[in-house]
């Protein structure tokens, strides 16, 4: 067993067989594992006649199978509270969609893994092959981990709220508009709460307006007991919402001025400027940007099995981390060499 890099490494490539190379791998010695493996009868690559390629199975069972001994041994290489992001795309077969992200998805989960997101990559433009059906214009992108407790770093992927001026009346306005006023007027009017509720509820409304003049908060929501029903749930046994205004008779939803988290759906066009090379299955870099600022601190390591043309390595360079690529493709690891030697160089 050996580690990845060495220390002072920035990063390291290797050519051969994905299963075997992670097998000599030191266990807990990378911090995230980012992939796009070869899909599944969608690509000749220039190993077909290799029995370690992946992708050119005779039936998708078998290449589930085989991704899923590749993850399973990625994941005693991958430290405790690390992050596997996999892209994989899907594939028609006898007119019918076979569901191959979620076969793989499944079968993780059912060794294991931890599914935290199903991130919808829309690609913003698409191919029409055939004219029964709709445009294919998104692919699958699993976060996945190997425990409840992971490395997460949510303050670094915030989309920053557009700051307004805070505008102050008699009621205290918030920076969208959202005034105090009306939900002063529910609490003071209420049937359904107490009068030990409706002081509380004032007094947490105060205090948001206040957090608002401070610059703490940037807008609010809140929902009263009778007024208003809990957004997901009325049910106090599965909805924790539910359970505070059964309890209490409101609650509060804060928008802090630090910004939000991104949702799951995420818009980034696909790469155009790798393809003058052979691989025609090349994923963006702006597509890991979140991925590796989220879940790998700076300096960590970042392992790409399948690392084609060098993007995630690519990638995790600019971000201020290191990463080690594996394939079996000798033209592919030329390739990568190339463009890291031109990624180190504009850094």
């Excluded at 807990?28 to 070869?38: L, W």
């Excluded at 199978?65 to 405790?80: D, G, P, S, T, Y």
């Excluded at 002081?199 to 007024?227: H, K, P, W």
Aim: aromatic letters at 8%; glycine letters at 6%; charged letters at 30%.
């Amino acid at each position: 067993m050996h580690n990845p890099l060495e220390e002072k490494q920035r990063y390291n490539l290797i050519q051969g067989d994905c299963l075997s190379v992670l097998k000599e791998m030191e266990s807990n010695s990378v911090n995230c594992i980012i992939t796009s493996p070869p899909y599944w009868g969608m690509r000749v690559y220039d190993n077909e006649e290799d029995e370690h390629e992946i992708g050119n199975e005779k039936t998708f069972e078998q290449y589930v199978e085989k991704l899923i001994a590749v993850f399973n041994e990625a994941k005693r290489v991958l430290v405790k509270d690390g992050s596997f992001w996999l892209n994989l795309g899907d594939k028609y077969v006898d007119k019918g969609l076979l569901g191959m992200p979620w076969r793989v998805a499944l079968a993780l989960m059912d060794n294991g893994w931890i599914l935290r997101n199903d991130v919808i990559w829309h690609q913003l433009k698409g191919t029409q092959s055939c004219k029964d059906r709709l445009r294919d214009s998104y692919e699958h992108f699993f976060h996945f981990v190997k425990s409840k407790k992971y490395f997460y770093d949510a303050d670094s992927i915030l989309i920053k709220p557009t700051k307004q001026p805070v505008v102050t009346t008699k009621d205290t306005v918030s920076s969208t508009g959202v005034s105090g006023k009306k939900y002063r007027k529910l609490i003071r009017e209420s049937k359904e709460l107490t009068e030990e509720e409706k002081v509380n509820a004032e007094r947490a409304l105060d205090e948001v307006l206040s957090e608002i003049r401070e610059g703490q908060v940037n807008d609010f929501r809140m929902t009263i007991r009778g007024a208003q029903r809990a957004w997901h749930s009325d049910n106090a046994r599965i909805s924790g919402r539910a359970k505070e205004l059964a309890d209490k008779g409101f609650y509060i939803m804060r928008i802090h001025a630090k910004g939000h988290l991104p949702n799951d759906v995420w818009n980034v066009v696909t790469e155009d400027t790798w393809r003058t090379d052979s691989h025609c299955a090349v994923y963006p870099e702006a597509l890991l940007r979140v991925p590796i600022l989220a879940t790998c601190p700076e300096g960590g390591i970042v392992l790409d099995p399948f690392i084609g043309t060098g993007t995630t390595v690519s990638a995790a360079l600019k971000l201020g981390r290191r990463g080690v690529g594996i394939d079996l493709s000798p033209q592919y690891i030329r390739t990568s060499k190339e463009r890291l030697i031109q990624t180190m160089l504009l850094a």
